[in-house]
């Protein structure tokens, strides 16, 4: 009933040193359809579009564009056979014009020299082509990301595409220039082009696609018809393993948690970044213990780094113990009893090359300001209660960081901020990468920091975990706080899976 | 049109408007406070002195828009003045087999320099270095003392003047205009042009688009080369010697140049129109102090360091404004 595929991949294998990030993949393109690829981070989403743009050689399995077998060499080489990508960062050239931009490398000419009025005058018609009203003279960097990404597709169509591929782009669009995008790519769709879209949002997903391949630990799940699988099931058949795997250390009991009443602590009242996170309100109160579920990209992270001043907001309030505060800068937060262990510990955390204690002492050290320094028998002292306290291992103060396990790294992140003594204590994802035990032995001490009054904020992508411990569950889908679950003892992953899946206040 | 992006495109031409602005009234202003000074002649001279400084400097602008530096360039000028004046004077070889050999080694040693900036990866500041380090050596084994050149083709470019009406120029200082115009063209109207400007806005995208990278990157050093070696030709003309001393710090004056003339040193942005304007805003700040007087020389450099602060935090908050 279909025609041929225009691109057909067999048996895709992909391995790195310990890993196999693919393993027997098969996965088939259309012409004219938007189809798209689904899976977890970690899925092999990544690897597979960078096999068959040739930045990564596979290590099996074959690859045929219309028809014909074909070895992908590089980037530069899959354009030529008809593959395009276009990315989340626009890979042009921001200095030159859109004119420049779509036509450079293959500029038309006369008499030897560039013929810029030509020039102009066909960028402008493939301009006009797409909808675009922009002033292809401009130089690139004078439009917004969303411009610059159609530009980009523009110059990748024209020089041939017969498959597009579209990795992320539209993670810092706002809705408007999505739908400014989807006009384009149904247009291209329509003219026979074959779109690869990769997207954490799933509400574009079913948009836009016609067709969807879910890929799970490396391994295809199965290719399906958008219109024949649900929100929910795609879902669990992109984290069902894992929900099925989840380790139940602890029992699995949850602790009966009646929420603390009282003043909160931190309110967040339609706190908002543009392209990040849409305007949510929140409240912590002291010994409140809140946790944020959601897909990887749904805002999480970026909910939490507002909180913190990490990044701007570009409206809303933060009121802290009542009292509007601008969160310029972490050093605001910080000032204001605010810590925040981040998900990178080894890039945006820990100094790897410095050594328990020097890591312990840093940010107290840094509230006193370096013009007070602790002096080395106070920093013996603080490093060494926190390694008791936290059970760090090897109870060295003078080890060096980067030869620590993960979890114990975790341990010495949690233990900088926690020696500045915060009043908020904001983890996100504490838990990923370290060992079982590690994981308990940290759940447990967020639970006693909380019973000590201490305001949590709990990022994770592990349910189970996030139930565990949390009074509430703020629910994130698309960059939207979509509910606001109290843990009452009914919650349950299934539940937060739904809610995350249809968006609706379940 | 959108009136943001007309604003963005104004905004890359403020510098060189600033240099333009900054021309205009030096020189409105040493037409004031001196005699003499308001004449065409004086606008004619700062060519005629700076037409070496022009020439590398055009060479030196095709390089700072890929986002690179050309360290070599005074000692390849020196260089040049060497081996022109002991072939033509100690061989007694015709200056018209020197020059494009002079031109030839100039050209190769550049493209020497971008091969191994490129295949290599290595910055372009510490290649370059080690090639000032080297062709400034080479002129000692040659002599250590300076050559005078009495060829009389060396003497008669020297003393040729071609009248403009009541004017004249030398013409070395059409030379260097001319190799302003083929800079321009190049630039604006070839592909190697608009490679240089790809290559200076964002190397990586340049690479994804298909751009030929690695040969634009060792053309624009061996056109720098080839600029530098020219210069130097210049040079002989002017003070009619070869001397391992000559076109010292040369190198600098030429980046002064090409930023005060509003080319971004990250690359990507400028024009060689601005490139003019930089030599001729030095060349003017050296006539006004001469006029003056009974300010040292040094005051020259002083006027020079103080306008290269203004300019660097100028590009600073353009570039910063754009992101």
């Known amino acids: 009933m279909r025609q041929q595929p225009v691109l057909e991949v067999r048996g895709i294998r992909k391995e790195f040193p310990g890993v196999v990030a693919l393993d027997g993949v098969d996965f088939r393109l259309f012409p004219g359809e938007v189809h798209a690829l689904m899976g977890e981070n970690g899925a092999g989403k990544s690897t597979l579009i960078k096999v068959l743009t040739g930045v990564y050689q596979s290590d099996g399995g074959e690859v045929e564009l219309a028809g014909e077998q074909v070895r992908v ?31 450079i490398g293959r500029e038309p000419r006369r008499f030897g020299l560039i013929d810029w009025s030509a020039m102009r005058r066909r960028a402008a018609e493939l301009v006009r082509g797409i909808d675009l009203d922009i002033d292809v003279n401009a130089p690139l960097n004078s439009y917004s990301i969303a411009v610059q990404q159609l530009v980009a597709i523009v110059r990748a169509v024209d020089v041939s595409a017969k498959v597009l591929i579209l990795d992320e782009p539209t993670s810092s669009l706002d809705r408007d220039e999505v739908r400014q995008l989807f006009t384009v790519m149904r247009r291209l769709r329509d003219q026979g082009v074959a779109i690869l879209f990769v997207s954490h949002f799933l509400d574009q997903i079913y948009e ?76 912590i109160r002291p010994g409140e213990v809140v946790g944020l579920a959601g897909l990887l990209g749904s805002g999480r992270t970026e909910a939490a780094r507002l909180l913190f001043g990490a990044d701007q907001n570009d409206g809303g309030t933060v009121r802290i113990e009542g009292e509007v505060a601008a969160l310029r800068t972490p050093r605001d937060a910080i000032a204001r009893g605010i810590a925040f262990c981040s998900e990178n510990r080894k890039t945006e955390g820990l100094v790897g090359e410095l ?65 500045t003594d915060p009043k908020l204590l904001i983890l996100d994802e504490p838990t990923r990468g370290i060992d079982i035990g590690a994981k308990a032995e940290i759940q447990k001490l967020v639970a006693n920091l909380a019973e000590d009054g201490m305001a949590v904020l709990f990022i994770s992508a592990e349910l189970e975990e996030v139930l565990r411990l949390s009074h509430r569950v703020g629910v994130l889908r698309d960059h939207r706080m979509v509910a606001q679950l109290d843990n009452d003892g009914a919650l349950t992953p299934e539940r937060i899976m739904a809610t995350i899946a249809s968006g609706a206040h379940a | 049109m959108n009136a943001h992006a007309l604003l963005t495109r104004l905004r890359g031409q403020i510098p060189l408007l600033v240099t333009a602005v900054l021309l205009v009234s030096m020189f409105s202003i040493g037409s004031v406070q001196y005699e003499g000074f308001f ?41 040049s003045t060497m081996v022109s004046a002991w072939l033509v004077e100690e061989h007694g070889w015709s200056p018209f087999l020197v020059i494009p050999l002079v031109l030839l080694m100039g050209t190769a040693g550049g493209w020497v320099m971008g091969w191994i900036i490129h295949v290599f990866e290595i910055q372009p500041f510490i290649v370059t270095l080690a090639g000032m380090f080297l062709a400034r050596g080479l002129c000692y084994t040659i002599s250590v003392e300076s050559i005078s050149i009495t060829d009389p083709t060396y003497t008669s470019m020297a003393q040729t003047r071609i009248p403009l009406g009541d004017l004249f120029v030398s013409p070395s200082a059409l030379i260097a205009l001319l190799v302003v115009a083929a800079g321009f063209v190049v630039l604006h109207y070839t592909k190697l042009g608009r490679n240089v400007y790809a290559l200076g806005g964002s190397e990586q995208s340049a690479l994804l688009m298909g751009l030929p990278v690695q040969r634009t990157k060792t053309t624009v050093y061996a056109i720098s080369g080839f600029c530098s070696a020219l210069g130097g030709v210049l040079l002989t003309f002017y003070m009619l010697s070869g001397y391992g001393l000559h076109a010292v710090g040369l190198e600098l004056d030429a980046i002064a140049a090409v930023v005060i003339g509003g080319t971004l040193l990250t690359g990507g942005s400028g024009y060689l129109l601005g490139t003019l304007l930089g030599v ?21 450099r002083i006027v020079i360091g103080a306008l290269l602060f203004v300019f660097i935090v100028l590009q600073r908050l353009i570039t910063a404004r754009r992101r």
């Open chain 1, 73 to 103: 060499t590089g980037p530069l080489q899959a354009q030529q056979i008809g593959i395009s990508t276009v990315y989340q960062e626009v890979n042009l050239c921001p200095n030159l014009s859109v004119a420049e931009n779509i036509f």
């Open chain 1, 355 to 419: 050594t328990v204690r020097e890591n312990i002492v840093l940010a107290l050290q840094a509230a006193r300001g370096w013009t007070r320094p602790l002096s080395r028998t106070a920093q013996d002292a603080y490093a060494l209660k926190w390694i008791r306290a936290l059970d760090i291992r090897p109870g060295n103060p003078e080890a060096l960081v980067r030869n620590l396990s993960g979890g114990n790294q975790q341990k010495v992140l949690l233990a900088r901020w926690l020696i």
């Open chain 2, 280 to 300: 001729l805003v030095l060349g003017l700040i050296q006539t006004v102090i001469s006029f003056q007087g009974t300010l040292s020389s040094w005051w020259t």
């Open chain 2, 39 to 79: 004449s065409g002649q004086v606008v004619l001279n700062l060519l005629i002195d700076n037409a070496f400084l022009l020439v590398v400097a055009v060479g030196m602008t095709f390089v700072i828009l890929t986002g690179g530096i050309d360290l070599s360039v005074g000692a390849v000028v020196a260089l």
């Open chain 1, 208 to 283: 836009i696609c016609d067709r969807m391949t879910v890929l799970r630990n490396g391994r295809l799940e199965g290719e399906y018809l958008t219109s024949e699988l649900n929100q929910v099931e795609l879902v669990s058949r992109m984290i069902g393993s894992e929900l099925a795997g989840l380790d139940q250390l602890g029992g699995g009991k949850r602790r009966e948690r009646t929420a603390p009443t009282g003043k909160a602590f931190l309110q967040a009242d339609r706190l908002t970044r543009r392209g990040a996170v849409e305007p949510y309100d929140l409240d």
